[in-house]
């Protein structure tokens, strides 16, 4: 009893608004490198004179580091503190930006991009570790909501503002506008985070850790390439099957373990399930909405980079302002009062897509992404809360990495997809129909954004499953 009295007056001193702000910021720095480096693609690839495929890299080397070091994190968040690994999480951060501001050859950007993404890999688990354990269960749901406003902003700023940075300035200043930035975050953490995580002797499995990176990564580099390399590429498709391959091993393995990397008996819990089932198909449709959205503007209707970030600004402004309050509204009137209406705004947001085409007018799009963004910022935060309340509170690391890992897995995945998709039937129309490139493009966004709509309307039905977990059982 004294131990839990005194673990109480622990969390109570602890000052979470410094600690949400040194978490946070570094986050959105790290969220905003994911997708801002996009716009500068075609000016690098003249820089470093390589082809697009080189270049996209870039991104997929990003994608690749988060999708193989989010599920190790899950570990070593139980072995060692919040401190270290907050620290060493800025630390790769600001070493990574660096070295990216002041790359001389394309090979030295890829490998600092890399060392950005390892530093990501660390900070989503962590922030939502620490948002679970410093905050009760009735309070969650509104930190929620401020983390889900920087996983939402940070991509969707990222091509704007560094638009607006590549139209005055050089394309090291993307990297070099956010050092102040971690700077801050450091020294916050630094000054008011505590060690809030239960550390345990733990031992990482060597074993575990390469199927791991094999699967996730193999699977992540397969979906990846197919772009470029085609879906019927022996590499494409090898490289996918031996990912499956290792992480059945890799499942089987940690249900065989006394000490597991990753403990799967959080699929013991339906709401758990269900809730990463709806995060996959969210993040799916969400960013490859935000990579497709733009190439049909700029393909389409011929709108320059710079302005087609500038229509998409209103939506990812208006869903920052609201992430609180939805965070609030969601404590209050439980999960599916918000998740559900949310799921309903995204189908009705991917209806309206579905109909674009080369005369479709700029304020339709303004006012459909104001839609999209609050559904999806209603959907996002609400249903991570919900997935992990679902689990006792031992199993948060695992449950974290576990959804983390889904997520940047379903992203990577939805781009590669929906991109192909967009390709083949731009190059159908093309060949069979007429060398109409706008009219091809507006095309292959429709039946894009009709696969969307189809998976929206499977969250709209699961959503109508999703309830308040029952706190008591923990």
């Given at each position: 009893?004294?131990?839990?009295?005194?673990a109480?007056?622990e969390?109570?001193?602890?000052?979470?608004?410094p600690?949400?702000?040194?978490?946070?910021v570094?986050?959105?720095?790290?969220?905003?490198?994911?997708?801002?480096?996009?716009?500068?693609?075609?000016?690098?690839?003249?820089?470093?004179?390589?082809?697009?495929?080189?270049?996209?890299?870039?991104?997929?080397?990003?994608?690749?580091?988060?999708?193989?070091?989010?599920?190790?994190?899950?570990?070593?968040?139980?072995?060692?503190?919040?401190?270290?690994?907050?620290?060493?999480?800025?630390?790769?951060?600001?070493?990574?930006?660096?070295?990216?501001?002041?790359?001389?050859?394309?090979?030295?950007?890829?490998?600092?991009?890399?060392?950005?993404?390892a530093?990501?890999?660390?900070?989503?688990?962590l922030?939502?570790?620490?948002?679970?354990?410093?905050?009760?269960?009735?309070?969650?749901?509104?930190?929620?909501?401020?983390m889900?406003?920087?996983?939402?902003?940070?991509?969707?700023?990222?091509?704007?503002?560094?638009?607006?940075?590549?139209?005055?300035?050089?394309?090291h200043?993307?990297?070099?506008?956010?050092?102040?930035?971690?700077l801050?975050?450091?020294?916050?953490?630094?000054?008011?985070l505590?060690?809030?995580?239960?550390?345990?002797?733990?031992?990482?499995d060597?074993?575990?850790?390469?199927?791991?990176?094999?699967?996730?990564?193999?699977?992540?580099?397969?979906?990846?390439?197919?772009?470029?390399?085609?879906?019927?590429?022996?590499?494409?498709?090898?490289?996918?099957?031996?990912?499956?391959?290792?992480?059945?091993?890799?499942?089987?393995?940690?249900?065989?373990?006394?000490?597991?990397?990753?403990?799967?008996?959080?699929?013991?819990?339906?709401?758990?399930?269900?809730?990463?089932?709806?995060?996959?198909?969210?993040?799916?449709?969400?960013?490859?909405?935000?990579?497709?959205?733009?190439?049909?503007?700029q393909?389409?209707?011929?709108?320059?980079?710079?302005?087609?970030?500038?229509?998409?600004?209103?939506?990812?402004?208006?869903?920052?302002?609201?992430?609180?309050?939805?965070?609030?509204?969601?404590?209050?009137?439980?999960?599916?009062?918000?998740?559900?209406?949310?799921?309903?705004?995204?189908?009705?947001?991917?209806?309206?897509?579905?109909?674009?085409?080369?005369?479709?007018?700029?304020?339709?799009?303004?006012?459909?992404?104001?839609?999209?963004?609050?559904?999806?910022?209603?959907?996002?935060?609400?249903?991570?809360?919900?997935?992990?309340?679902?689990?006792?509170?031992?199993?948060?690391?695992?449950?974290?990495?576990?959804?983390?890992?889904?997520?940047?897995?379903?992203?990577?995945?939805?781009?590669?997809?929906?991109?192909?998709?967009?390709?083949?039937?731009?190059?159908?129309?093309l060949?069979?129909?007429?060398?109409?490139?706008?009219?091809?493009?507006?095309?292959?966004?429709?039946?894009?954004?009709?696969i969307?709509?189809?998976?929206?309307?499977i969250?709209?039905?699961?959503?109508?499953?999703?309830?308040?977990?029952?706190?008591?059982?923990?």
């Open positions: 009893m004294n131990e839990a009295m005194k109480g007056h969390l109570k001193a602890i000052k979470t608004g600690i949400m702000a040194a978490l946070l570094a986050g959105f720095v790290g969220l905003f490198s994911e997708t801002a480096l996009n716009i500068a693609f075609v000016e690098l690839s003249q820089i470093f004179n390589i082809n697009s495929t080189t270049v996209q890299w870039l991104a997929t080397g990003y994608f690749l580091t988060l999708g193989i070091l989010v599920p190790v994190t899950g570990i070593l968040m139980q072995k060692f503190t919040t401190r270290q690994m907050f620290i060493t999480s800025v630390s790769l951060s600001i070493i990574g930006t660096i070295m990216a501001a002041v790359a001389p050859v394309f090979s030295v950007l890829l490998a600092a991009r890399i060392i950005q993404a530093g990501l890999a660390i900070n989503l688990p922030t939502q570790n620490v948002i679970f354990t410093i905050f009760p269960p009735n309070k969650r749901g509104g930190a929620m909501g401020v889900g406003l920087v996983m939402l902003a940070g991509p969707a700023l990222g091509p704007t503002l560094a638009g607006l940075i590549l139209d005055t300035l050089s394309w200043w993307i990297f070099w506008v956010t050092i102040p930035f971690l801050f975050s450091l020294i916050f953490g630094f000054a008011y505590a060690n809030v995580n239960e550390i345990r002797k733990v031992s990482v060597a074993l575990s850790v390469i199927l791991s990176t094999i699967g996730f990564g193999g699977i992540v580099y397969g979906v990846s390439t197919a772009g470029s390399a085609g879906w019927t590429s022996s590499i494409v498709i090898g490289t996918i099957i031996i990912g499956f391959i290792a992480l059945i091993i890799f499942a089987v393995r940690q249900t065989k373990m006394e000490n597991p990397m990753l403990n799967l008996k959080a699929f013991n819990y339906p709401l758990f399930i269900l809730g990463v089932i709806m995060s996959f198909i969210t993040f799916f449709n969400m960013l490859s909405m935000l990579v497709i959205l733009p190439m049909y503007m393909m389409a209707l011929m709108i320059a980079a710079f302005t087609t970030g500038l229509i998409l600004l209103p939506g990812s402004l208006l869903n920052c302002i609201l992430a609180p309050i939805i965070g609030r509204l969601f404590d209050k009137y439980g999960p599916k009062a918000v998740i559900t209406p949310g799921t309903i705004l995204v189908a009705i947001g991917y209806l309206v897509y579905a109909q674009l085409g080369t005369d479709t007018a700029l304020w339709l799009i303004v006012l459909n992404h104001v839609v999209m963004m609050l559904g999806i910022g209603a959907v996002l935060a609400s249903v991570q809360t919900n997935t992990l309340n679902s689990l006792p509170k031992r199993y948060y690391p695992d449950g974290i990495a576990i959804t983390q890992t889904i997520q940047q897995v379903a992203g990577a995945i939805g781009i590669a997809v929906m991109v192909s998709v967009l390709a083949a039937k731009q190059n159908s129309y060949t069979t129909v007429a060398n109409e490139p706008a009219v091809a493009a507006a095309m292959g966004t429709t039946l894009v954004f009709q969307g709509l189809g998976l929206a309307l969250n709209v039905v699961l959503s109508l499953f999703m309830k308040k977990p029952d706190l008591k059982i923990k």
